[in-house]
C-alpha cells in the first residue's frame, strides 16, 4: 500500500534552448545544479537546479527527496538553430503553463539585483495594481514569479538581498474544469488544498496544492501565505472554460513544445502505480511500458504529464 501523505512534489520540467545561458540564469537566481544526467545516444541531457545551501529548505537532500527543482531539458543542437524558440505557455497557441515561483528575503532588493544584471521583465514589482509581486524572464522567455517572505512594506528600503535564503515556491499551470484538477490532485495524487483567492472581477480563481504539513497564518504579500517553504502547485482556472466543449489547454508537449511535466516522488513506486490504476487514472506510460521501467507518467484532467518516480530514501527502509 501507497502513503500519498510521503510524496513530494519533486520538480517542474522545461525546455530550453540554450542551457549554458538557462543555468546562468537559475544559477544567478540563487539555485544550485544538483545533477546533471547526459543522454547522448538519444540526444539530449537534463538539468536538474535546486536550493541548496546551509539555509535551503533540503540542504544535501538526494535529488528524489526533495521539492523545489527545476529540471531543464536541452535537446542538442537548439542553442545553434536561429529560428528555435519555445512556447512559455503565457501565449496562443501554446497557452497552459503559466510559471515557475521564486520567494525571496527582501523583493524590492531582489528584484533590483536581477534588473541590474540585465535579465528583462514581464513585469516589474512598481507595474500595475499589484506592487507586492514581480515577473521575471528567463533566457527562454518563461514567466519567473518573484513574491516576498516578508511584507512589502516591510523591506522597504532594504537594499540587501541573499539569494541562499530563497526558495522555489510554486509552480502554475491553467485548468479547464477546476471541480475535476481538485478531485484528481486531491482524491488521486494526495495534496492538500492550503489556499484558494478567489478574484471575481477577473473572473478566475487560484488553488494552491501541497504535501505536507501546511503553515498557518495570514499571507506575508496577498499572495501566498507559506512563502517561506516549497512545493507548492497553483491551478488558475478562468471562469467558464468549464462550460466550453472545445476548450482545451496546452500540455507543452505537442507543438509549440515548452513546459513538460510536473513530477512526483513516491514512497514505494510499483504500490503508487496500483494506487493510480485504482482510481482509473489515464497513463501516458506505465511503470511496465518501454525500456524506463522505474518511471511512470499520468495524465492529470487537462493532459498535463506527471512523473512518477522512487524515493530512494524511502525506498531505502522498505
Sequence with gaps: MTDTSKYKFNHSMIRVKDPAASVKFYEFLGLKLIDKLEQPSAKFDLYFLAYDGPQAASSGHARSDREGIVELTHNYGTENDADYKVANGNSEPGKGFGHLCISVDNIQAACKRIEDEGYRFQKKLTDGRMRSIAFALDPDGYWVEIIGQKPVDQTEGVTETNPDTYRLNHTMIRVKDVEKSLAFYQDVMGMQLTRTSENK??????????????????????????????????????????????????????????????????????????????????????????????????????????????????????
Excluded at 504539513?213 to 495570514?218: D, N, V
Excluded at 513544445?257 to 514505494?268: L, R, Y
Design 201 to 318: 472581477e477577473a473572473s478566475f480563481n487560484l488553488y494552491f496544492l501541497a504535501y505536507g504539513t501546511q503553515s498557518a497564518g495570514s499571507s506575508a504579500n496577498a499572495v501566498n501565505p507559506a512563502a517561506a517553504r516549497e512545493g507548492f502547485l497553483e491551478l488558475t482556472w478562468n471562469y467558464g472554460t468549464e462550460k466550453d466543449k472545445d476548450f482545451k489547454y496546452h500540455s507543452g508537449n505537442e507543438e509549440p513544445q515548452g513546459f513538460g511535466h510536473i513530477c512526483m516522488s513516491v514512497d514505494d513506486i510499483e504500490a503508487a502505480c496500483k494506487h493510480f490504476e485504482e482510481k482509473n487514472v489515464s497513463w501516458k506510460k506505465r511503470l511496465t511500458d518501454g525500456r524506463m521501467r522505474h518511471i511512470a507518467f499520468v495524465l492529470d484532467p487537462d493532459g498535463y504529464w506527471i512523473e512518477i518516480i522512487q524515493n530512494e530514501k524511502l525506498k531505502s527502509r522498505m
